[in-house]
């Protein structure tokens, strides 16, 4: 007899709802294997529709109304409800016969409709087939139009239609360019919304089309600062600020000055800032300041030209600055000497201020800004703070010039490797990051944001390099020390300098000591809960355990010298030694003397493992219970009792308590009981600790989930189909 064969559930067929406006709801099952259009025939049928032709299937969720295609229909689940509608040809031919020649109302209707329906790529696609597209582009330039809907819908339809990229932003033409200027320029006149759309496509036409020469000549950055300063809309001002950042990477360096010029005044640093940012205007905002920090580019990547004279003025300013009272005798003699001319006396004394004021090469400081970066900033940098905090940079340089140890922070040296951690943080020269919301609001807060900061940062540096009494060997880690500082302090993303500067002044040295280590421990304990940590342990442990065992017994083979003790009392002078055998046998012991360490054969008394009946401890001890004995002795005493001898024992006393744990747990390791010595708990703790994280150095900087991701559940049947 042949068994029947078991039915398997067929996968390709989904059980799915078909609507319809004021129709009876259809429950059909939908084989995904067949051609849409012969279900869509039979859900028309159902419904005595004839032309099922000119039908499709559209999905109906809030976030998800896109027509069924045989691309995305495998997003159809059991339990997906489902609308018939018009097909997406139907309906881009009836809108277009609306907005030839229907009357005003109705267009503006069908534009409403259009800014939906042209979300939709399939839609999309069939509307600009009909020259859609050519017909919006003539109603957004019609002057003429007064209707508002009509010219914010076919404005809102256009940036929809253009978002899916199949049209080239070459198509439209210099008049359509200017239409949308003229909005932006006067957008007060119309809706909000006309001003949003003109704004994305102005964008978009900059970024991706010939004619962005056209909108830098005619539209005016104050237009669009203006714009930013009176308007309210979060999408209004959040376009206008990517327009700006689009003319910013399109235009050359000359005209990037100046719209970072224009922008830096105070009332427009304002007006971009704003109040209520969203992610996307954060998003804007960050792409603005990373453009604008990055004309800093040139100076980084600059070395210092031996015949540039402003820079070697810059650093004669330095020494000046700092050295104003020592230096004016030599001024006279300071164009000769940097020319090759005078006596080498003069150079030496120049050599000496360049040294306290901690370059590397104090003969020429030119020498310091060849390395790129920070190349020319660096020395950019150092002058605005000699000039706008006299005080503050002649008390750095002076204090640590003459510090007569080794601990002197070298102002040179150090500033210039400041300048190449800010701008590495900052990712000067580097391109926005586009999903990146690394905003900070103080860099629109003054006119020279990065000296400024620098400013700020510099003087962080010294106070850490005192609080770490740093030398030159730590260089190194007291910039990690300071980098983190900054880093930390910009993660709370201040305000302004000022509060920059305030929040800095708290993360002190030890702030960030005690921080990193409450971060370490936070994270080991999180990662000892991990189930795999914990399964890991337990497979480690046992190793860890004989390891201590072995300690123990090789701490008992090289054998102690203990004290001897009449009646509960130390006899002065007089000591004993004791020492397990190699094969871990037997005890042997006997008398010593404070100075040699008998060997094995020197010691006559011997004690078998084998007779050992228990290992007493503190009071238990039989020569610790006389009343007048020192709590220190009982607490470090220990006895061995001898199973075939009663009323015997072998009673030690351990000099301190490192000793006494390691005979107690190797002796309750010869007895093969479990070692319960404190001792013993944290050398467990901490070999285990280091175990773990050798073995877990592969995964630095992975996240270790708790619990491990679940097994999948067995399939229906094991009859895979495997689709070349």
């Known amino acids: 007899m042949i068994p029947k064969k078991t039915t398997v559930k067929d996968s390709h067929i989904v059980k799915i709802a078909v609507e319809r406006e004021n129709h009876m709801a259809q429950l059909i099952n939908l084989d995904q294997r067949h051609p849409l259009a012969s279900k869509i025939q039979d859900i028309c049928n159902g419904w005595g529709i004839s032309d099922h032709q000119n039908y499709a299937l559209q999905f109906c969720e809030s976030n998800n109304q896109k027509y069924v295609t045989e691309k995305n229909r495998n997003e159809i689940k059991n339990g997906s409800v489902l609308r018939l509608q018009y097909s997406p040809s139907k309906t881009a031919s009836d809108a277009m016969e609306t907005l030839l020649n229907g009357n005003a109302q109705e267009k503006a209707m069908r534009l409403k409709d259009l800014t939906k329906l042209s979300t939709d790529h399939t839609f999309a696609l069939e509307f600009i087939k009909e020259k859609g597209l050519d017909t919006l582009i003539k109603m957004i330039e019609d002057n003429g139009q007064t209707n508002e809907d009509i010219l914010k819908y076919s404005l809102a339809s256009f940036v929809e239609l253009m978002e899916h990229g199949t049209v080239s932003w070459e198509v439209p033409e210099n008049s359509f360019v200017a239409r949308n200027i003229e909005i932006v320029r006067n957008f007060q006149k119309y809706p909000t919304n006309c001003g949003e759309s003109a704004l994305s496509n102005l964008e978009n036409i900059v970024m991706c089309s010939s004619k962005h020469v056209l909108v830098a000549e005619d539209i005016k950055l104050q237009d669009i600062l203006r714009l930013l300063q009176e308007v309210n809309s979060p999408v209004m001002r959040q376009n206008a600020i990517a327009l700006l950042n689009a003319l910013f990477v399109k235009a050359d360096e000359t005209r990037r000055r100046t719209i970072a010029h224009t922008i830096s005044a105070k009332q427009f640093r304002l007006a971009l800032i704003g109040n209520g940012l969203g992610t996307e205007m954060t998003h804007q905002l960050y792409v603005l300041q990373t453009l604008t920090l990055g004309l800093l580019e040139k100076r980084m990547r600059m070395k210092m030209n031996a015949q540039d004279q402003d820079a070697h003025e810059k650093i004669k300013e330095l020494r000046r600055i700092a050295f104003d009272d020592h230096t004016n005798a030599l001024n006279q003699n300071d164009d000769h000497i940097r020319r090759g001319g005078g006596s080498g006396a003069g150079n030496v004394n120049f050599s000496q201020y360049y040294k306290k004021l901690g370059f590397k090469c104090d003969i020429n400081p030119a020498q310091d800004f060849i390395e790129t970066p920070p190349g020319i900033l660096a020395l950019d940098c150092m002058v605005y703070f000699a000039r706008n905090y006299t005080q503050q940079y002649a008390k750095i340089v002076r204090e640590n010039s003459c510090r007569a140890d080794e601990h002197e922070c070298p102002f040179g040296r150090t500033s210039i490797e400041l300048v190449k951690v800010l701008c590495d943080i900052l990712r000067i020269g580097e391109p926005p990051a586009e999903q990146s919301g690394d905003f900070q609001p103080m860099f629109f807060t003054h006119d020279f944001p990065f000296e400024e900061f620098f400013c700020i940062c510099v003087i962080t540096l010294n106070r850490t390099w005192k609080d770490m009494r740093a030398t030159a060997e730590d260089f190194t880690t007291t910039f990690s020390v300071v980098r983190e500082q900054i880093q930390r302090t910009l993660k709370c993303r201040p305000e302004n300098l000022e509060d920059f500067r305030n929040k800095i002044a708290l993360l002190t040295y030890q702030q960030i000591t005690t921080l990193r280590q409450q971060e370490r421990t936070s994270k080991e304990e999180c990662d000892s809960t991990a189930s795999a940590i914990v399964k890991l342990k337990e497979k480690i442990s046992p190793h860890i355990l004989e390891l201590i065992k072995q300690q123990r017994l090789s701490f008992l083979v090289e054998g102690t010298r203990f004290a001897k003790y009449l009646r509960g009392t130390r006899t002065k002078d007089k000591f004993w030694y004791a020492r397990l055998s190699p094969n871990h046998k037997v005890i042997h012991y006997g008398d010593c003397d404070e100075k040699n360490i008998p060997t094995m054969e020197e010691l006559p008394k011997k004690l078998p493992i084998s007779e050992i009946k228990q290992l007493l401890e503190g009071k238990e001890c039989p020569h610790m219970k006389e009343t007048r004995i020192r709590k220190s002795a009982v607490n470090l005493a220990f006895s061995i009792t001898f199973e075939n001898m009663e009323h015997s024992t072998l009673d030690f006393v351990a000099p301190d ?62 009859d895979f189909c495997f689709e070349s």
């Open 657 to 718: 308590e490192s000793i006494f744990n390691y005979w107690t747990d190797g002796i309750n390791a010869l007895l093969g009981q479990p070692m319960v010595s404190k001792q013993k708990n944290e050398d467990f703790d901490t070999l285990l600790s280091m175990e773990i994280k050798l073995r877990l150095l592969d995964t630095e900087g992975v996240d270790i989930s708790k619990d491990p991701p679940p097994i999948p559940e067995d399939p229906e049947n094991y």
